[in-house]
C-alpha cells in the first residue's frame, strides 16, 4: 500500500474517533436537556444508527458520478464540525420552549416529542458522516476496505473514551468546541489533499452490479440489530456488575468497537466459506459464554481491589475484553467477508448493517429488555447472530448447533440470583422479586434475618427494612416537614421502598405526591415494602416520571419538596445535585416553601461535598444544613430561613402523641441540635449539567483512595458555628438555651466520637459517647452507637459481675429501640422458660422490625 493511501485511511481513523465523540458527547447533551436519560440515549444511538446507514446507501447509489470524493468528503466534515458548533446554541433557544411543552404533555407524549426531536438534531449530521465511507472507497479504488472500515472503527473506539477527559476539564460546550476543531483542521486537510484523487473514470463497480443480492443485505441488516441489541443489553449486565459509572459506560463502548475494527483489519482474505461457516458458531458460542460466566465476573469484581481508578479500569476492561473480545471480532470479521463474497459491495452491507442496528437498538430498549430481560436478550441476540450468519453456509450439518445452542442457553437465559452475583455482600439472600425496563433493574432481596433489601441495578442499595435505616429513612420527611410552619402539600423526589414518607405520616392535613421514575420500585413499595412504610402508600399519589421533566412539567406548587439520597458517582445520577435542577425545585415551591437534598456523607470526599454544597448556595444564598446520623441535610428556604420559630409553631398545633410520632420521640430540641449552620460561601465549580465535575471527580475519588470519611467530617465541624452563632442564627431566647445547647453540643460530640473512632481511639470515642448521652438521651443517633457499644461488651459486663439480663436491661434503659438487645433478651426468656415474657418481647420485636424472620417464625 501506498504512503499516501496510508495516510489518508488513518486520517479516516481519526474522522471515526470524531464521530464517536460526537456521539458519546451528543447523547450527554440530550440526556441533559430532556431529563430522561435511558430513553434519550436509546433514541439517539437509533437516530445516531439511522443517519449512518441512510447516508451510506444514499452515497453508494451515487458514487459512480463523484469524480472529487474527497472535496466532497473536506465539505460534509467541516459541516458536521460547523453544525456541532452551533448545535449548543439550537438548544438554548430550544430549551425554553421544550420546558413550556413538559407542561402540556404527559410522560408518553414527552418520550414522542424527544423521539422527534432527536432525529431531526442528530439524523442530518450522521447522515453526512454516513456518506464518508462510501466516498474514502472511491477515493481509493474500492480497494482496502479491511483497512478503511477497522482503522476507522479503531479510532472509533478511541473516541468513546475522549469525552472523559474533555467533559470535567472543559465542560460539554468546550468539548464540543475541541471536537468540531479537530473535524475543521480534518476537513482542511482532506480539502488539500482532494486534487490527488480526483477520479475522471468509475473506479468502483456501478451500483447495479456492486449492490449485493436483497436477501444478503436483509440478512446483514438483521445481524446489525442482532448487535447493537447485543450492546445495549451488555451495557446493562456489565454495567451493573462493574458499577454503571461514565468511566465504565465509556470503557464498555470502546471494548465494543476494539474488537471490531481489530475483526476488519486482520480479517483473512483465504477460505472465505470456512469462515463463514465458523463466524456465526463462534459469536452464539461466546455471546451464551459471557452469560454462564457473569456470576464469577461479578464474584470477581466485588472482592477485587483496585489502587486506582485506571488500575480498576484497565483490569475490568480486560476482564470484559476477553468475555466479549470473540464475538466483537467476528462482527468485524462479517463486512469484508461478505464484501469480498458479493464483489465489492461493502457500502451497501455498511449501510444495511447500521439501519438494522437502529431496530435493534430500539427492540432491545423498549421491546426485549422490558418483556425478556437482559440476559434473555442477550440469548436472542446470540441465537439471531448464529441463525442469521448460518444462512450463507452450504453446509446443512452446521444447523446442528442450533439445537446445542437452545440448550446451553436454556440454564442462563433468567438473571441469576443476586446471592450468586454478590456471594460476599448477599450470600445467603434470596429474591423475592425482580422487575426490568428500559430505566433499570430492581431487585427486593431478603436476607438470611428476614430484613429486605431494595436493590436498583444490583449493586445499588437504596434502602433497607433494617430498623436503624427504617430510622434514618423516616428522618427525611420529617426534618423538612419540621422547617416548614404549617406544611399542606409535601413531594418526594424519589420513592425508593416508601420508607421515607411513613416520617410524615405524623404531620396533619398533609397531601403527599412522589415522583419515581422505576416501575420496579413503586410496584416493591405497595407490594413488598409495605410492613416497613406503614402503608404509606395507600396514602400517597406517586407519579411514574423523570424528577427533572416533573418538576418542569408540573403546574403544582408545594410546602416541602425532599430529595431523596441517591449515589451521585453513577451515570446521569449527579445531575440531581445541579445548580439547574435545584432551581426546578425551588420553582416548584410554595412562597414560604423549603427545600431540603439529603447526602450521604460516605458518598462524597472534601473537594466534591464543597461542589455540591456550593451548588447548592448558587440556587437558595440562605441555604442551611442540619446533620442527622451520616446524613447531610441541604435546606434551602424560598425566602429566608426562619430558624427555631417554624418548628415551634408546627409543633404547637399538634396533640402530645402526635408531636411525639412527628419527632420520632426525641423532642424538638434535639432537632434543632443537629443544625449545622449556614452553607459558607467559596469559589470554585459547581455541578452544572452543561459542565459536570461530580460524576467524573467522585469515581476517581473512590478508587484513588480520596474517600476519607474522617476528612470530610473534619471539614463539616469546621464550618460548623459555635454555640452563640448558632443561638443567634436560629433566634433560641434566653430561657431555653439551656434545653438547645445541651442537644447541639450533644450532637457535636457524637461527630467527634466517629472522628475519633475513624482514628483507632476507641476509648476516647466511647468517652465522648457517654458525655454526648448525658448531654442529650433522647437523640436516638447517640442511644444507637452507645447501645451497640454496650452490646459489643457483654462479656465485660459479666466478668464486673453483671448478669447478662441485668445488662440488657440497662442497655435498653438507654435505647428502647435497639433490636439486637430486645431479641437477645427475648431469647435469653425464652431459655429460662419465662414464655409470657418472651411472648412480650417477641411481640415488641415485631414492632421493632415486623419482617424479623426468627420472631415471626416463633408466633405460627
Known sequence: MSPGRSALILLYALSGLIGVAYEVLWVRMLSLQFGVSVFAVLVTVAAFMFGLGAGSLFAAQR?????????????????????????????????????????????????????????????????????????????????????????????????ALIPLWLLPALGWSGAIRVIAGIGLLLAAVFLWLAPRYVTSTPTVAAPASSRPPWHTLLIYAGIGAASLALEIAWTRLFGMVMLRTEYVLAVILAVFLLGIGLGSVFAPRRHRETWLILLPLIAGAFALLGLWLLPALSAWVESARFDSLLGALLAEGGALALLTLPVTLVLGLWLP????????????????????????????????????????????????????????????????????????????????????????????????????????????????????????????????????????????????????????????????????VTGSLPFPDLQRDAVELSQGAINAASDWFAPANRNAMQQTRVVRDDARHFLSATTDKYDVIVGDVFHPDLAGSSTLLSVQQFQRARNRLNENGVFVQWLAINQFDPESLDVALRSFRAVFPD???????????????????????????????????????????????????????????????????????????????RYDGDMNLTATLRLLLQMRPDMQQAENLLGIRADDRESFERAYGATELMVRSWVAATQDAGQSAERMMHLAWQANPQDRWIAYALADTMLSSLAEARQRGLSERDALLRILRINPEHVDSVRALWQLERQAGDAAQAETLRRRLLELSPLDREARMAGN
Open 63 to 159: 458514487l459512480s458520478g463523484i469524480k472529487q470524493p474527497l472535496r466532497l468528503l473536506a465539505v460534509l466534515e467541516g459541516g458536521v464540525a460547523l453544525y456541532a458548533l452551533m448545535l449548543p446554541m439550537v438548544l438554548q433557544t430550544l430549551s425554553g420552549w421544550m420546558e413550556s411543552a413538559a407542561a402540556q404533555f404527559s410522560l408518553l407524549q414527552w418520550y414522542a416529542l424527544i423521539a422527534i426531536t432527536v432525529l431531526c438534531l442528530l439524523a442530518l449530521p450522521a447522515f453526512a458522516m454516513g456518506i464518508g465511507f462510501p466516498l474514502v472507497l472511491r477515493a481509493l479504488g474500492g480497494a482496502n476496505l479491511r483497512q478503511v472500515y477497522g482503522l476507522n472503527t479503531l479510532g472509533a473506539a478511541c473516541g
Open 337 to 500: 467477508l461478505l464484501s469480498d463474497k458479493s464483489n465489492g459491495g461493502g457500502m451497501w452491507l455498511y449501510g444495511a448493517n447500521s439501519l438494522g442496528a437502529t431496530a435493534g437498538a430500539l427492540a432491545a430498549g423498549f421491546i426485549l429488555i422490558p418483556s425478556l430481560g437482559s440476559t434473555a436478550t442477550v440469548v436472542v441476540a446470540g441465537f439471531a447472530l448464529l441463525a442469521l450468519g448460518l444462512t450463507w453456509t452450504h453446509k446443512r450439518i452446521a444447523w446442528l448447533a442450533v439445537p446445542v445452542f437452545i440448550a446451553l442457553a436454556w440454564p442462563v437465559t433468567n438473571f441469576p440470583p443476586v446471592s450468586a452475583l454478590l456471594p460476599k455482600a448477599q450470600a445467603g439472600s434470596q429474591d423475592l422479586y425482580r422487575y426490568e425496563d428500559a430505566v433499570s433493574m430492581t431487585h427486593v432481596v431478603e436476607q438470611s434475618d428476614g430484613q429486605r433489601l431494595l436493590l436498583t441495578d444490583m449493586q445499588r442499595m437504596d434502602a433497607s427494612t433494617e430498623s436503624t435505616a427504617v430510622f434514618v429513612q423516616s428522618n427525611q420527611a420529617r426534618l423538612p416537614l419540621l422547617l416548614h410552619a404549617q406544611p399542606r402539600a409535601i413531594l418526594f423526589l424519589g420513592l425508593g421502598t416508601g420508607i421515607s
Open 623 to 701: 441555604a442551611q444544613m442540619f446533620l442527622d446520623g451520616m446524613h447531610l441535610a441541604l435546606v434551602g428556604p424560598q425566602q429566608h430561613f426562619a430558624g427555631a420559630d417554624n418548628l415551634w409553631r408546627n409543633l404547637q398545633r399538634m396533640n402530645e402523641a402526635q408531636l411525639n410520632a412527628a419527632t420520632a420521640g426525641e423532642g424538638g430540641w434535639t432537632w434543632l441540635g443537629r443544625y449545622w449552620g449556614p452553607i459558607p460561601a467559596s469559589r470554585g465549580a459547581v455541578q452544572d449539567e452543561w459542565s459536570p465535575v461530580l460524576e467524573f471527580r467522585l469515581p476517581r475519588a
